[in-house]
Structures are given as structure tokens and as C-alpha cells.
């Protein structure tokens, strides 16, 4: 007989009762607060017959959420106030600590000087030119003032030493010296331009020229005209004699001497016809102290003037 199978009774299947979604909901669903999100079927109350189950408010997101409104709110305050600030710091002018020079307008360069060929101040085109004889002695130099000369003679004296007769016009020196005497042939080379003439004494020749008005030649010799000079106390006599413009202007000024004349102008020309550049040129004095060395500057297109003592 065959053997029968263990058989479970069958099981009444059970149906599962729906979950009470109100038991479900939390204690805080208890609260009054009108939910955020509306109930659809208030919304429509058309809909209410046709809805089988709708999802209640999440309680817990409003509260999130408006905690998240909260914070946004207060950063959105704190960029707003930065940026003011920063917006504010932008229209405040930043000045540097350090004094602030303001800019001095300097004269126009409108004429061409009568001396040099270069551009000068028209103030300058009428003035009367001021020669110096100046001392090359070793140790006196960097003699003052040379720099500002538009021409400068350079000639051996007594004993080979050479000596120095400086031109000024388009510019003038602060301080000019040591100031020393003059020659014959000083007086030639600065007659065509009738100027005032510094120097100390001279050779007989020189003053006797210089006493005839030789060529228009204003005299200011240190031995009659002392005020227009002065003596500089760390030299020794005959090396300390030296004036300056101020000094040289006002003594001529309260000795209405007449400041102004009509300047010869040299010619210059823009450009050289081709030749060979030296470019070394060597002037041999004796003694060697003032021998004197001219370099050609291919930058420039000059020569540099150099000694060989100084």
C-alpha cells in the first residue's frame, strides 16, 4: 500500500488589516501647527470621493526647513554686510605714508642757445656771457663749476702747467673757482663775445688790454672789484679765490652794470661728412700731471676728456 505523504492542513490565509496611518503618526503630529504642505483634498475638495489614501505632512521637514530659511537668511546678511564694507574700503583713497613732492613745471626749452647749438630758455638768449679764468693745478681738482660752461679753453702758462678760461651763458654755476690771472691770449679768445671777465690780476700785457676796453671786455678784476668775490678758508692763498652766480649776479646788480647783449652765434651743423672715428686723442703736456687724454663715446658720439694725474 503506498505510503501516504505527511500533508500541513492547509492555512486560512489571513488578510492583513490596513495600517492605521493616524496610530502611525508621531507625537509630534499632535501638535496644532498648520502643516506647510496642504492636504490635496482640501485643496480639491472634488477630488475627496476619489482619493483612496494620501501621505500625511512630514511634521519634521517644516521644522528643517525653516530652520534652513533661518540660516540662509544670516549668511545672506553677513555677505551683504561684508560687501558693504569692502565696497566702502574701495572709495577710500590709499595715500603712502611718505611726504608726496609735488611736481615743479619746468621752463620750456623754445630756443636753440648761441654757444652750444642745444635747446635753451628763451630767458637765457639775451644774457650777457660771464668768462672765468680758472686754475688746473693737480691738487685742486675737481676744480667747481666747469660743468656748467658752455666753452672751455684749455692753454699752458709759465712753467708747461696749463690753466683754464671757462665761458658761461646758457647756464651758470652755483660755485666757480679757484679763479686765477689772466693772459693776453685769454683776452683774444673771449673778445668776440664782449663779457664780463673774473679773474685775479694778470700779465702786464693782459691788463693793459683790459684797461683800453679791449673788444667790449667788461673788467671785474678781483683787485678792484673784492665784493664779487670771495675766499674759502680750507685752501691756501692763491688756491682759495672763488665766487659764485648769486654772489657775481648781486655785486653787478647794486653796480648797475648792464646784464643783457646781443651774443654771437656760432655755427653747427646736424651732420658730419664721412671720415675716420679716432678714436683716442692725446694732448702730451709737460709735466705729465697735465697731460690730457680724449676718448670717443660711440654711445654719445662725444669725447670723454680725462687727465692723466687726477
Request: glycine content about 6%.
Amino acid at each position: 500500500m503506498p505510503k501516504s505523504k505527511n500533508i500541513a492542513p492547509a492555512q486560512k490565509p489571513t488578510t492583513k488589516r490596513p495600517t492605521d496611518t493616524k496610530k502611525k503618526v508621531s507625537a509630534r503630529s499632535s501638535r496644532t501647527t498648520k502643516p506647510i504642505v496642504p492636504i490635496l483634498s482640501e485643496v480639491v475638495p472634488e477630488l475627496k470621493d476619489h482619493i483612496i489614501s494620501q501621505p500625511q505632512p512630514n511634521q519634521d521637514y517644516s521644522y528643517w526647513q525653516a530652520l534652513g530659511w533661518f540660516g540662509a537668511g544670516m549668511i545672506g546678511i553677513l555677505i551683504t554686510t561684508g560687501s558693504a564694507i569692502w565696497l566702502a574700503s574701495l572709495k577710500q583713497p590709499h595715500y603712502p605714508t611718505s611726504n608726496i613732492t609735488p611736481a615743479v613745471n619746468q621752463p620750456l626749452l623754445t630756443e636753440i642757445s648761441p654757444l652750444t647749438g642745444l635747446p635753451t630758455r628763451p630767458e637765457t638768449m639775451t644774457r650777457r656771457p660771464w668768462a672765468v679764468v680758472v686754475e688746473n693745478f693737480f691738487t685742486v681738482r675737481p676744480q667747481a663749476g666747469l660743468g656748467a660752461a658752455d666753452i672751455v679753453f684749455e692753454s699752458p702758462t709759465e712753467g708747461g702747467i696749463t690753466r683754464l678760461l671757462a665761458i658761461y651763458q646758457s647756464s651758470l654755476p652755483k660755485l666757480v673757482g679757484p679763479v686765477r690771472s689772466a693772459r693776453s691770449y685769454f683776452n683774444d679768445w673771449i673778445r668776440p663775445f664782449s663779457p664780463f671777465y673774473s679773474h685775479s690780476g694778470g700779465s702786464d700785457r693782459a691788463l693793459q688790454q683790459l684797461r683800453a676796453g679791449y673788444g667790449g671786455i667788461i673788467d671785474i678784476n678781483e683787485f678792484f672789484h673784492g665784493a664779487a668775490y670771495e675766499r674759502i678758508s680750507k685752501f691756501t692763498p692763491p688756491h682759495n679765490l672763488f665766487t659764485t652766480t648769486e654772489r657775481f649776479s648781486s655785486y653787478l646788480t647794486a653796480n648797475k652794470y648792464e646784464l643783457e647783449s646781443a651774443v654771437p652765434k656760432l655755427s653747427f651743423v646736424d651732420t658730419l661728412p664721412p671720415a675716420p672715428t679716432i678714436t683716442s686723442i692725446t694732448l702730451p703736456y709737460l709735466p705729465e700731471e697735465y697731460e690730457v687724454t680724449y676718448e670717443y663715446q660711440p654711445a654719445s658720439g662725444t669725447y670723454q676728456r680725462y687727465f692723466r694725474h687726477g
